[in-house]
C-alpha cells in the first residue's frame, strides 16, 4: 500500500452528499387524493418532511354561514363522505342540544343504526384500501361488495347512496321503511361473512404482517398530545371511544366492546377497525331489536320540523309554520354549544354559534382526521419511504373532513 | 400540435383520394382507442367513492376496455378528474393534463367538476373547463354508477366518430318504473308519498 | 365536574377571568388575552384539572364588538372525562394586532390547529415554530371566515380559460349512447300516446 493510503481514515475521504427533496404529490394514487408531502430522503429513510393540506379546502365553514340551518346538512355529508351518516346525525345532535329538545326513541333507534351502517361503509373502505395499497387486491373489491350493500339499503331508506343529506334537526327526512330491518340484518349477515373470507387472507399472510407490524408507531404520550381520537388513539391502548365515555343517545342502553391495540403501529390500527365492524353489528343488530314499527320519528314542535304536507295545504297553521321554517329557516336559540360524537375517525365535535336568526353565525366542524394527519410527520419521520404508504393508509384521512 | 393531427385524419377520411383502406384504417384505429383507453383518475373529493363503486366488480367499467389505471400521464389518454377541484388544485390538474400526449380525453365526473356544484366560494374553481378543455361532463352529486357507465360509452361513440364537440350525460328513466326493459329487479319497499 | 374547574381556574387566576357561563352543560370562561397561556398551561398540569388534550382550536369572528375575534379553546380530560371551553378576545376593528400566545410547545395538536386560526382568520400566535397558511395557498390575500370577505370572492391560481358558449353544451341524443333505456319520461310519455 502506497503511504497515502495508510494514512488516511476511509471516513474522510467519503464525498459529502445531500438529502433528496422528493414530492409525493397531491395527484398521487396512494396520497387519497389531496395531501403533498415534501420528504428529504436520505437513501429511502426519511429526515424531515413537511405534510401540506388544503388541496381540497371548499369553504364549509364560509358556505354554512349563507343558508339556513338545515342548509347545512348537504355540507356535513361531504365532509366525511365515506360515513356520512355520522356527520349528519352529529350535525343534528349539536342543533337539539342548542334546541334543548330530544328526539323520540324511535328516531334514536333509526339514528343508531344508519350511523352504524355508515361506521361499516367507513371501515371497510379504509381497509379495503389499505390492503390494495400494499397490492391485495382481492380484499379490497371483496370489502368493496359489502359497501355496495350498505349502499344499496341507504338507497332503499335515504334515495341516494353516499350523499344523503338524511338528517334533520328533530328527526330525519323519511321513517324507516317497511323493509328495513330485515334488509339490514341480511347486509350484517353478509358482511360478517366477507369479514371471514378477508381475514382469513389478510392476517396470515406474512408479506402484509411484515409490512404493517412495526411500522408507523406512534407513542401513547405523542398521540393524546396531538390530538388524535377515535380508532388511531385506540391502536396505541386508550380505551376511549365517545359512545362509552359519554353516551348520546342509546349507546348506553347496548351492549358492545371497545376493541384496543397494544403497540400503536399501522397494523393495530388494522386491526382495530376490524373489530369495530364487527362490534358494529353487534349494535346494529340491537338497535334493530329495539326499533318499533310505529310511532313518530320527528320531534313533535312546530318551531323546527316541517308539518305534514296535508296540513300545508288545508289549514293555515301548517302554512304558515312551513313559510316560516323555510324562509326564515328555523331559529336556534343565540349561544354556542360544542357537541361531539364518535365518527369515523374519531370524537367528531360541532361548536356551533347562533345569534338568533335562523342563518348559522358560525359552524365549527371538529374533524378528527385533521389532528390525526397533523401526527402524520411524526409518524413517517425517521421511517422508510415504503412505509409511507401504509401508515398514512392506516390513519384514514378523508380529504373532505381534514380540508374541509 | 393535436389539432394538426386531427386535421390530418379528417382529409384521410373525406379527402379527394379517400380510399377504402385508409377508411377502414381510421376506423379500426379508432375501435382500438376506444376499446384500450388508459385512464388517469385524477381523484379528489366523495366522487371517488363512487369511482371506486364504478370500477369495482358490479358496474366494472373494465368490460368496456377502460381497466387499467395508469398513475403516470405520460401513459394514460383518458383523464377522469374525479371531485371538486380548488383553486389551490388547480395548477396541478394543468400540469397533469399538459404532460399527456395526444389523442387525449377528459372526463368530468361529478358535479363539481363539470360546474362547481354548490360549491360558489373563494376555495373552488367552478367547473375544470375553467382550466382545461373536456369532453364528457357526467352530472351528479356524487353521479350513479350508471350515469357515468353512460358518460363512458358516449366518449367511446365520439371517438368512434372522431367527434371532439363536449356532451353531457343526461339522466334516463328509472328501471324500476318501467320492468318492461327486463333489467334488475330492483326492491322498493317505500310507499311513493312520505308519511310522517 | 366541570363546574369545580371553572371555580379553580377563578380561584387561582382571580383578576384574569373576565367572564364565566355555564350554556346547555358546556362550561365557558373567558379569561384576559395576555395570560391565555399561563390558564392553559395550569389546566394540564393541575392534577385536579389535567387536561390531557387541546381538542379543537379556532375563533369566532364578531366585526362589530372590540376585541374582534374570540379565540375559542375546548379541552378534555382523558381521565377525568371532564371539558371546558377557554376563550380569549383579540383583534382591532379591522382585524390588525390579533396576537395570543401559542399553545404548541404545551399540546402538539396546537399546531395545526393555530395554523388554520391564522389561515381563516388572520390571529398571529406568537411563538408558533411555523405560523404560515394550512387550507390555502400561499398567494391567498386575505382571510376568508372573516365575515367583510365576501364568499365568492375568488383568487384564481391558473388564469381561466375564456370560452364562449361553454354553458351551452346540450344532453346526448338518443342515438348515442347506449341502446336501451335513453327515453326520458316525457319521450316515453309520447310514445304511449303513440300506441294508444
Known amino acids: 500500500m502506497e503511504p497515502i493510503d495508510q494514512e488516511l481514515d476511509p471516513a474522510e475521504i467519503e464525498l459529502p452528499t445531500e438529502p433528496m427533496l422528493l414530492n409525493v404529490g397531491p395527484a398521487h394514487p396512494a396520497m387519497h387524493g389531496t395531501v403533498r408531502i415534501v420528504m428529504e430522503l436520505s437513501g429511502e429513510s426519511i429526515e424531515r418532511c413537511d405534510v401540506q393540506v388544503g388541496y381540497l379546502h371548499r369553504g364549509f365553514e364560509k358556505m354554512c354561514e349563507r343558508g339556513t340551518w338545515t342548509q347545512v346538512f348537504p355540507y356535513v355529508d361531504r365532509c366525511n363522505y365515506v360515513s356520512p351518516m355520522l356527520n349528519n346525525v352529529g350535525f343534528a345532535l349539536a342543533c337539539e342540544k342548542l334546541l334543548g329538545i330530544e328526539v323520540p326513541e324511535r ?264 389532528y390525526v394527519t397533523g401526527g402524520l410527520e411524526r409518524v413517517i419521520t425517521g421511517a422508510m419511504m415504503a412505509d409511507v404508504v401504509p401508515a398514512f393508509g392506516s390513519l384514514n384521512m378523508i380529504g373532505g373532513e381534514c380540508d374541509r | 400540435m393535436g389539432t394538426l393531427k386531427e386535421e390530418e385524419a379528417k382529409i384521410l377520411e373525406t379527402g379527394q383520394g379517400e380510399g377504402f383502406i385508409t377508411t377502414k384504417a381510421s376506423d379500426l384505429l379508432a375501435w382500438a382507442q376506444k376499446y384500450s383507453l388508459f385512464m388517469y383518475p385524477f381523484v379528489t373529493a366523495c366522487c371517488g367513492m363512487e369511482f371506486m363503486a364504478v370500477s369495482s366488480p358490479r358496474y366494472d367499467f373494465s368490460r368496456f376496455g377502460s381497466e387499467a389505471p395508469r398513475f403516470s400521464p405520460r401513459q394514460s389518454d383518458l383523464l377522469w378528474v374525479v371531485g371538486t377541484i380548488v383553486q389551490r388544485q388547480a395548477p396541478i390538474l394543468r400540469r397533469i393534463y399538459e404532460q399527456m400526449a395526444e389523442p387525449k380525453w377528459v372526463l368530468a365526473f361529478g358535479t363539481c367538476a363539470s360546474c362547481g356544484g354548490f360549491y360558489d366560494n373563494y376555495a373552488c374553481v367552478a367547473g375544470l373547463d375553467k382550466i382545461i378543455p373536456c369532453d364528457i361532463y357526467v352530472p351528479g352529486c356524487p353521479p350513479r354508477p350508471e350515469a357515468v357507465l353512460d358518460g363512458l360509452m358516449l366518449l367511446m361513440d365520439k371517438i368512434a366518430s372522431r367527434d371532439r364537440t363536449p356532451a353531457t350525460v343526461k339522466p334516463r328513466s328509472d328501471p324500476r318504473e318501467d320492468q318492461s326493459l327486463g333489467l334488475v329487479q330492483l326492491r322498493r319497499s317505500r310507499p311513493s308519498t312520505p308519511s310522517v | 365536574m366541570a363546574k369545580a374547574l371553572v371555580d379553580l381556574i377563578k380561584q387561582k387566576f382571580p383578576a384574569d377571568v373576565l367572564e364565566a357561563h355555564s350554556q346547555r352543560g358546556d362550561e365557558t370562561v373567558v379569561v384576559y388575552a395576555p395570560r391565555w397561556k399561563d390558564v392553559a398551561r395550569f389546566l394540564r398540569d393541575e392534577p385536579r384539572a389535567d387536561m390531557s388534550m387541546l381538542v379543537d382550536l379556532t375563533a369566532v369572528d364578531f366585526p362589530d364588538r372590540t376585541p374582534r375575534f374570540e379565540v375559542v379553546a375546548h379541552f378534555y380530560s382523558l381521565s377525568k372525562g371532564h371539558r371546558l371551553r377557554l376563550k380569549a378576545r383579540v383583534g382591532d376593528s379591522d382585524g390588525g394586532n390579533a396576537e395570543i400566545d401559542t399553545l404548541s410547545d404545551i399540546w402538539a395538536s396546537a399546531n395545526w390547529a393555530e395554523r388554520e386560526c391564522f389561515d381563516m382568520f388572520g390571529v398571529r400566535f406568537a411563538g408558533h415554530p411555523d405560523l404560515r397558511r394550512i387550507l390555502l395557498y400561499p398567494e391567498f390575500e386575505g382571510h376568508p371566515l372573516r365575515k367583510d370577505y365576501p364568499a365568492d370572492r375568488i383568487q384564481p391560481l391558473v388564469p381561466y380559460r375564456e370560452v364562449p358558449d361553454i354553458d351551452k353544451i346540450p344532453p346526448f341524443r338518443t342515438d348515442e349512447g347506449m341502446s336501451f333505456g335513453r327515453q326520458t319520461h316525457a319521450q316515453r310519455a309520447s310514445d304511449d300516446d303513440d300506441l294508444n
Not at chain 1, 304558515?320 to 349561544?335: D, N, R, S, Y
Request: aromatic share 10%; net charge negative.
Open chain 1, 107 to 370: 328516531c334514536q333507534w333509526y339514528r343508531m343504526a344508519l350511523g352504524e351502517l355508515a361506521r361499516m361503509s367507513d371501515h371497510l373502505t379504509c381497509t379495503g384500501a389499505m390492503a390494495m395499497e400494499l397490492g391485495a387486491f382481492t380484499p379490497f373489491l371483496w370489502m368493496i361488495k359489502g359497501r355496495e350493500m350498505i349502499w344499496d339499503l341507504m338507497e332503499e331508506e335515504t334515495g341516494a347512496r353516499l350523499t344523503h343529506s338524511f338528517g334533520r334537526v328533530g328527526g330525519m327526512a323519511h321513517p324507516p321503511t317497511d323493509g328495513f330491518k330485515a334488509h339490514a340484518e341480511a347486509v350484517s349477515a353478509h358482511i360478517l361473512e366477507i369479514l371471514a373470507e378477508v381475514e382469513q387472507l389478510l392476517l396470515g399472510n406474512r408479506i402484509f404482517l411484515d409490512r404493517l407490524e412495526n411500522v408507523g408507531v406512534i407513542s401513547v404520550e405523542d398521540a393524546i398530545s396531538l390530538g388524535w381520537t377515535g380508532p388511531c388513539l385506540r391502536a396505541c391502548g386508550i380505551a376511549y371511544d365517545v359512545r362509552k365515555s359519554h353516551p348520546y343517545m342509546k349507546y348506553g342502553e347496548v351492549e358492545f366492546d371497545v376493541p384496543v391495540g397494544q403497540t400503536g403501529d399501522s397494523f393495530d390500527r388494522f386491526i382495530v377497525r376490524v373489530e369495530e365492524l364487527k362490534q358494529s353489528v353487534r349494535i346494529i343488530r340491537q338497535c334493530l331489536a329495539r326499533l318499533s314499527d310505529s310511532g313518530p320519528v320527528n320531534v313533535n314542535d312546530p318551531r323546527v320540523i316541517l308539518p305534514p304536507k296535508e296540513e300545508v295545504y288545508s289549514s293555515i297553521e301548517g302554512t304558515i309554520q312551513h313559510f316560516k321554517i323555510v324562509m326564515e329557516g328555523l331559529k336556534l336559540p343565540a349561544g354556542e354549544v360544542y357537541a361531539f360524537t364518535e365518527g369515523g375517525n374519531g370524537e367528531l365535535g360541532f361548536y356551533i354559534v347562533s345569534d338568533g336568526s335562523g342563518t348559522p353565525y358560525r359552524v365549527r366542524i371538529r374533524p378528527p382526521c385533521f
